[in-house]
């Protein structure tokens, strides 16, 4: 478990958006009805491809903490990825557009990554021998990770004119999905096909039709090799940049039974070497910007492709590379935690944070492998929040977001609230759980109001239990750049012996407000709250 603080943080005039005094505000949580589940694993971090000298704005922020190189025996990072369980680690990023997998007889050279310039991506090269393979699925056995692993959608494939791709080569992924089968590593849950190919490609693009013709050849290896009486791993795509048409006309274009989850990448607050990341991450304004693009995958999907799932299949906020001190600071979990809520709100199954390690925006230090502030976010996320997702509103406080999910694992009809004050005021925020009924169409359009849902109320459900268990979070020193968290005052780092941390909550009185700190983070669980919606054992 483990354990957070609360400290008042005083910014510069430049956050000074609530000084005086402490606010009041009421918070409604229609527990009528879901209004949104997330896969049972929804948490998902990334393993990258970047060689040690991939570098951005004169940094090189990779070193040895990606796919071919990270060191598979470091304790913390078995202990990290066990604590974290049940987790997904994404295997993929630019790079896997050229890897070529040791096995078989490839048409391509299985060479190492080497710097050049004049190539699409920067690089060339690019090999995963069977011996690397066989060493990252013990590791993820071993420590319960589960894995959607990138394919190289590029593989011997041929420009046909200036611009236009002719078909994928599948031999390549073929031989190495036949020795994956063979070989009995049961850890590969998904198949991602491609990165970041779409009509807003990086490095180049691939038309939707010959994408959804080259995921219907995939999805014929993977029926192909595995048989029809077991779960066959998904096949997730495009894992790209999202754009209306040409999703939509991927999806027309490859049909029923082909793509399960359609996955895009999201970087909101632009690139890593931007100096106004703080208060961008800060503004609810920025945040609320992403509203639309999931509200707008929900709809092609309902409308288009009803039989697959919404994935964030990356996400790390800055691009290339994030940035030291704030990608891998404390600050950044306000934006990390208020992507977990908005996409679990629009009924997005998977969430996968760029990275776990890797670049200047990993869960980990890229040196000690020591958690940094969103870890601890995450870790706290996947042992509180369920996969049932519960209408949220708060009345005229655009700088406190919130989120409720039913309890992990209860079976009392717990709830759990997140709550994200962006102000520099605390907030005292009493939680009224309702039974009314939704005015709305039972469709959470947030597109004209983040709060989208209203609620008819009928009644104020009042916990039958005097107590419930509080997590807060805070910057330590009044620094939100710190690399270090503190929860309920209490500075999280490994132990003596190089353990993680115990999580302890407070046992606060349920007739007084949650009271949440300027610039903290707060989970309150109502372990009693007898929501039916969140009966036994609600996931």
Request: some cysteine; hydrophobic content about 40%; charged content about 15%.
């Amino acid at each position: 478990m483990i354990i957070i603080r609360s400290i008042v943080i005083k910014l510069s005039s430049l956050f000074a958006l609530f000084s005086f005094g402490v606010l009041q505000e009421s918070m409604e949580v229609d527990a009528s009805a879901p209004i949104a589940t997330t896969d049972q694993v929804f948490l998902c971090a990334t393993l990258d491809w970047w060689p040690p000298d991939k570098c951005d704005y004169g940094t090189c922020s990779w070193g040895t903490d990606t796919i071919l190189n990270i060191d598979l025996t470091n304790p913390l990072l078995e202990k990290t990825l066990t604590e974290l369980a049940p987790l997904r680690i994404r295997l993929g990023g630019t790079l896997q557009d050229n890897v070529v997998y040791d096995v078989g007889n490839p048409v391509q050279p299985c060479l190492p990554i080497v710097l050049d310039s004049s190539a699409m991506l920067g690089f060339q090269g690019g090999c995963l021998t069977m011996e690397r393979w066989t060493e990252l699925n013990n590791l993820f056995s071993r420590t319960g990770t589960i894995l959607a692993f990138g394919l190289n959608a590029m593989y011997n494939r041929k420009q046909v004119a200036p611009g236009v791709w002719g078909p994928w080569d599948s031999s390549n992924a073929l031989a190495f999905i036949q020795y994956t089968v063979a070989q009995g590593f049961q850890q590969v849950q998904a198949w991602e096909f491609g990165n970041e190919l779409t009509s807003y490609g990086v490095g180049t693009s691939i038309s939707a039709q010959q994408y959804a013709e080259d995921a219907i050849e995939l999805r014929r290896v993977i029926n192909s090799l595995y048989p029809a009486d077991v779960p066959r791993p998904l096949l997730v795509a495009p894992d790209g940049f999202f754009e209306p048409v040409w999703f939509s006309a991927f999806l027309n274009a490859s049909g029923p039974g082909v793509v399960d989850a359609v996955t895009r990448h999201i970087y909101n607050l632009g690139p890593g070497v931007s100096n106004d990341l703080v208060s961008e991450i800060l503004n609810p304004t920025i945040l609320d910007n992403e509203l639309w693009n999931f509200q707008s995958v929900k709809n092609i999907l309902q409308t288009v492709a009803p039989w697959a799932a919404a994935w964030v299949g990356e996400a790390g906020g800055a691009f290339n590379s994030g940035h030291a001190l704030v990608t891998d600071a404390f600050v950044f979990s306000f934006w990390y935690l208020d992507e977990l809520g908005m996409a679990a709100s629009f009924d997005t199954k998977v969430y996968c944070r760029q990275t776990f390690i890797g670049g200047n925006y990993g869960l980990l230090n890229t040196s000690t492998f020591e958690p940094n502030p969103d870890y601890y976010s995450a870790l706290l996320w996947n042992r509180l929040m369920g996969s049932t997702v519960l209408a949220t509103k708060v009345a005229g406080a655009p700088y406190l977001r919130a989120y409720t999910h039913c309890q992990k694992d209860t079976t009392t009809g717990g709830v759990t609230v997140l709550l994200i004050n962006l102000s520099n005021t605390t907030v005292n925020v009493n939680v009224g759980i309702t039974a009314g009924t939704l005015t709305s169409n039972n469709e959470q359009d947030v597109s004209a109001s983040r709060e989208g849902i209203f609620f008819s109320m009928a009644r104020v459900h009042t916990p039958s239990t005097p107590t419930r268990l509080e997590y807060h979070m805070t910057a330590p020193a009044q620094n939100l750049q710190s690399q270090t968290v503190l929860l309920n005052g209490v500075e999280l780092g490994l132990t003596p012996l190089g353990e993680l941390p115990t999580l302890s909550p407070l046992a606060t009185d349920n007739s007084t407000p949650i009271s949440v700190a300027p610039f903290s983070i707060a989970f309150a669980v109502l372990p009693d709250a007898g929501v039916l919606a969140c009966g036994t054992m609600a996931p």
